[in-house]
Each structure stands twice: as structure tokens, then as C-alpha cells.
């Protein structure tokens, strides 16, 4: 016979419950702050050597490692000729991120309100399994179809060139982060009551004025909380934007069809010839690009985060 806890075994249980999760929670966030401080540690002699010219500098150069003598700046030494400027990634990692974020928001957000409020209920088991399978898809599988299929596609446009650079990284990542959008705004929605809607409709709206008037405003921190998660990811996506984006160096796009680089995608492709500096200074300047996209990174996560327990304490007023 099955005997079943005392009362007095409960709570004990539910204190080391909660203290187990608080464990759990502290070591992720030791984890992350141990993970920035061995970064710049790793980064300082590059952060030291570059100055603030690293943000400016468009010229990305490893150096000459067979010449001779070195290049000193504030006591950290480098190969001759090596110089380092991230403005070419920063800005590649900021704009196809954002012009991302410009397709998938609306596109998401129509999608997500016909899930919840125009697709049958029979068919929205499947949809809704479509749109988590695509959320699942490797990042390669999408820059495979982006190099076989979307790339020359471009190209055949004029003035395309290749068809490699930021229009087609842009379209690949608002590919990807459109359905992790869709699956957060549907989920947001759905936590709404359904009377919202239906109170919109019985006052004489039309299904549209009832989503953009009434429910979307109900559940604006939500929505802001999936873009700045969405926007996290395409910042950090790596080998899909890598095999599309033309590995653009030492060169700003001067329009949307031009080589582009991101500063994922170029520790990728930098690291190995980075290896090669024997001073190691071009490996300490990756490190440093890391440091940037982690704290870029962590900024948008934070900021979401933060809009999304706003949106639950005026939610519950």
C-alpha cells in the first residue's frame, strides 16, 4: 500500500524544491558573468593595443608575420602592420539584424494572429507544429537553401553582383527569427482572456480593427519582449550568415546587394588565419569582438526581459 506524504514532509520537500531552483538559477547567471570576465581578461591586451580606434577602424589586419621588429602601442606588441577596426562587423551585425526585424515583425504578427484567430481549429495543431518545426531548423539547413536557392535569385537582379551580401543574410534572418516571433506572440495572445476580442467584435468592429485596436494594445510588452529576443538571436547567428552574407573586409556596403560581415561570422572565418600571429594579438582583438557582441547581446536580452515583466505587472492590475 502506497503511503502518501505527511504534512510535515511537504514543506520540507518544497524548501529543497526551491532551494535546488535557486541553485540551478545562480550557477546560469555565474556562468554568464564567468564567461565576460574570462573574455576580457583574454581581451585586454587587445582592448589596450587597439584604443577606441577599434570602433571606428574599417581596416581589419593581422600583420606581416614574416617581417621583422614589431608594433608596440601601451605596452602590448603586435606583428608589423597588424592593425584592427570592428566598424565593419559592428555595423554589419547591427544592420542585417535590424532590417531583419523590419520584414519579420509585421509578417510575424500577422501570422501569429491568424493562428490564433483565423485558423481553423482542426488545421491549428498542424500550423502551429509548421511553425515550431521551422523554430527547430539548424541555422546550416537555411544557409544551404540560401547559397542553392536565394543567392542566385539575386544575382539575377541588376546591379546584384553575386547575389552574396546583406539583402540575402538580411532575408535569411528574418527567416529565422520569424518563427520564434510568431510562436512568442501566439503564446502572449492566447494568455490574453477572450473576451477582448469578442467584446471588440460585439461593439461592431471588423476582426481587424479588433486585433490592431484592441488585442495588440493589450499585449504591446509581450510583442516588444519577442522582437528584442528575436533581434538577440539574429545577432548572434553565425554559419547561415557566414555562407551568404560575401565575407565583406575592410569595406562598408555601399548599397543592399554589396558584401557584408558580421562579427560572428567573421571569428568564424578570421580565427584560423588568427592563429597564425604569433603575438597572438589577432586572437586577443576576436576575443574582443566577442566581448562586443556579448555585451550587445546581453543589453537586448536584458532590455527584453525587463519589457516583458513591465508587461506582466500592468497585465495583472
Given at each position: 500500500?502506497?503511503?502518501?506524504?505527511?504534512?510535515?514532509?511537504?514543506?520540507?520537500?518544497?524548501?529543497?524544491?526551491?532551494?535546488?531552483?535557486?541553485?540551478?538559477?545562480?550557477?546560469?547567471?555565474?556562468?554568464?558573468?564567468?564567461?565576460?570576465?574570462f573574455l576580457a581578461i583574454y581581451a585586454y591586451p587587445a582592448i589596450r593595443f587597439n584604443g577606441l580606434g577599434f570602433f571606428s577602424g574599417t581596416i581589419w589586419?593581422?600583420?606581416?608575420?614574416?617581417?621583422?621588429?614589431?608594433?608596440?602601442?601601451?605596452?602590448?606588441?603586435?606583428?608589423?602592420?597588424?592593425?584592427?577596426?570592428?566598424?565593419?562587423?559592428?555595423?554589419?551585425?547591427?544592420?542585417?539584424?535590424?532590417?531583419?526585424?523590419?520584414?519579420?515583425?509585421?509578417?510575424?504578427?500577422?501570422?501569429?494572429?491568424?493562428?490564433?484567430?483565423?485558423?481553423?481549429?482542426?488545421?491549428?495543431?498542424?500550423?502551429?507544429?509548421?511553425?515550431?518545426?521551422?523554430?527547430?531548423?539548424?541555422?546550416?539547413?537555411?544557409g544551404l537553401w540560401g547559397m542553392v536557392v536565394?543567392?542566385?535569385l539575386i544575382a539575377r537582379l541588376p546591379g546584384a553582383g553575386s547575389g552574396n551580401g546583406l539583402l540575402a543574410a538580411t532575408i535569411i534572418l528574418a527567416l529565422m527569427v520569424t518563427p520564434i516571433m510568431v510562436a512568442t506572440i501566439r503564446d502572449v495572445v492566447l494568455a490574453q482572456s477572450a473576451t477582448i476580442f469578442e467584446a471588440s467584435m460585439a461593439l461592431g468592429g471588423t476582426s481587424w480593427q479588433a486585433v490592431t485596436r484592441a488585442v495588440l494594445p493589450s499585449v504591446r510588452g509581450g510583442v516588444v519582449a519577442s522582437v528584442l529576443l528575436a533581434f538577440g538571436r539574429a545577432l548572434g547567428e553565425t554559419m547561415a550568415v557566414l555562407m551568404v552574407c560575401g565575407s565583406?573586409?575592410?569595406?562598408?556596403?555601399?548599397?543592399?546587394?554589396?558584401?557584408?560581415?558580421?562579427?560572428?561570422?567573421?571569428?568564424?572565418s578570421q580565427l584560423e588565419s588568427a592563429?597564425?600571429?604569433?603575438?597572438?594579438?589577432?586572437?586577443?582583438?576576436?576575443?574582443?569582438?566577442?566581448?562586443?557582441?556579448?555585451?550587445?547581446?546581453?543589453?537586448?536580452?536584458?532590455?527584453?526581459?525587463?519589457?516583458?515583466?513591465?508587461?506582466?505587472r500592468s497585465e495583472g492590475q
Open positions: 500500500m502506497i503511503q502518501r506524504p505527511s504534512r510535515l514532509q511537504r514543506p520540507n520537500a518544497q524548501i529543497a524544491l526551491g532551494g535546488l531552483t535557486g541553485i540551478a538559477a545562480l550557477a546560469s547567471v555565474l556562468i554568464i558573468v564567468l564567461m565576460l570576465v589586419n593581422i600583420g606581416n608575420q614574416y617581417g621583422s621588429g614589431s608594433v608596440t602601442r601601451n605596452g602590448f606588441s603586435a606583428e608589423p602592420g597588424a592593425i584592427f577596426g570592428a566598424i565593419v562587423f559592428i555595423f554589419g551585425s547591427v544592420a542585417t539584424s535590424t532590417l531583419a526585424m523590419l520584414i519579420a515583425i509585421p509578417f510575424s504578427i500577422m501570422v501569429a494572429m491568424a493562428l490564433v484567430y483565423r485558423v481553423h481549429p482542426r488545421i491549428r495543431p498542424i500550423a502551429n507544429a509548421l511553425v515550431e518545426l521551422m523554430a527547430g531548423v539548424p541555422s546550416v539547413v537555411y536565394l543567392v542566385p565583406a573586409i575592410n569595406s562598408l556596403p555601399q548599397n543592399i546587394y554589396q558584401p557584408v560581415n558580421t562579427i560572428a561570422a567573421v571569428i568564424v592563429l597564425t600571429d604569433s603575438s597572438g594579438m589577432a586572437q586577443r582583438s576576436l576575443a574582443e569582438l566577442a566581448v562586443v557582441l556579448f555585451l550587445i547581446t546581453l543589453a537586448v536580452n536584458i532590455i527584453a526581459r525587463v519589457a516583458l515583466h513591465g508587461a506582466d
